[in-house]
Nanobody, 114 residues
Framework: QLQLVESGGGLVQAGGSLRLSCSASGFIFSINTMAWYRQAPGKQRELVATITSRGGTNCADSVKGRFTISRDNIKMMVNLQKTSLLPEDAAVYYC????????WGQGTQVTVSS
């Protein structure tokens, strides 16, 4: 029943922008903290940004000033606006929710060319 479906990944040039979206269903979206994670090949999955039910946000130092997380509780969506992309931003990006256990979507691939 619970579903997190990411979209918006693809190939982008270094310095470019990309917007990722996560569509959610199967839970009471408005009361949960949501997050974006990413995992590059051979690397640990890392937390990129979080957003609380009331819109409070935190971003990893590596993306501060470049990435913005937002949510729409009516549409049940979480977005990640990514600007000034760097080659090291290339990864599979995952939407996340804590429902008593960790739960991620299937991921969307972001490739950054230089």
């Amino acid at each position: 029943q619970l579903q997190l479906v990411e979209s918006g990944g693809g190939l982008v040039q270094a310095g470019g922008s990309l917007r990722l979206s996560c569509s959610a269903s199967g839970f009471i979206f408005s009361i949960n903290t949501m997050a974006w994670y990413r995992q590059a090949p051979g690397k640990q999955r890392e937390l990129v940004a979080t957003i609380t039910s009331r819109g409070g946000t935190n971003c990893a130092d590596s993306v501060k000033g470049r990435f913005t997380i937002s949510r729409d509780n009516i549409k049940m969506m979480v977005n990640l606006q990514k600007t000034s992309l760097l080659p090291e931003d290339a990864a599979v990006y995952y939407c996340y929710i804590d429902i008593g256990k960790d739960y991620w979507g299937q991921g969307t691939q972001v490739t950054v060319s230089s």
